[in-house]
């Protein structure tokens, strides 16, 4: 599926070739090559004055739009997540979890599961880490699920694998309309854009 005008892909492995970063480069790499872009991108595509912070959760780092709590726009919402993956601390908390936002079918209609842009095998928390993502994504189903799943289970089982997840919107709303799924596995770059939408 084509990706909207208004959103121009990343060219990650481009980026990536140029500068060839290793795993201990990974944070410059990004930080350097690819937050610009993606808070230009950003900035685009959204309908008011962003507030981008950036949050430091574990091994990962969150970039995080604000500014729809402090002006009454729209939904917060994640501009990108990256850092490398770690063993996960514990067992999920599913009470947690499940109480974050309650009957799914009201806040993005029917169709989305409690997605997380990290998995939780894979070190990622929640809070900031969960989305309304597409249920056949989520759970591994389809021609979507399956290579989405199969980055999930690389991380998991190469713990430190450097990633980057990066969700871009249409208008206002958290539910990410694509979502860019990168790992690093043996010093090469495996990139994928997904649909998040049934």
């Known amino acids: 599926m084509t990706p909207p005008e208004r959103d121009p892909v990343v060219p990650y492995e481009r980026l990536f070739a140029e500068r060839r970063p290793s795993p201990e480069d990974w944070d410059s790499f990004v930080r350097d090559a690819l937050v610009p872009l993606w808070l230009n991108a950003y900035d685009a595509a959204t309908p008011w004055a962003t507030q981008v912070l950036e949050i430091p959760q574990g091994s990962l780092t969150f970039l995080f739009d604000m500014a729809p709590s402090m002006g009454d726009v729209g939904d917060d919402r994640v501009v990108a997540v990256w850092g490398r993956s770690v063993a996960a601390a514990g067992v999920r908390d599913k009470a947690r979890q499940a109480g974050f936002i309650p009957v799914p079918e009201k806040w993005s209609k029917a169709g989305y599961d409690r997605g997380h842009f990290v998995s939780h095998a894979a070190g990622g928390g929640m809070d900031m880490n969960f989305f309304p993502q597409a249920k056949g994504l989520n759970r591994g189903h389809g021609e979507r699920g399956g290579p989405w799943r199969a980055l ?46 049934d």
């Not at 190469?158 to 694509?178: A, C, F, I, K, Q």
Request: aromatic share 10%; proline share 9%; charged share 30%.
């Open 152 to 197: 999930e289970r690389e991380t998991v089982a190469r713990p430190g694998t450097p990633l980057l997840v990066r969700p871009t919107y249409d208008g206002d709303s958290w539910v990410p309309e694509y979502i860019d799924y990168c790992i690093v596995v043996d010093g090469q770059l495996r990139a994928e854009r997904f649909h998040n939408r």
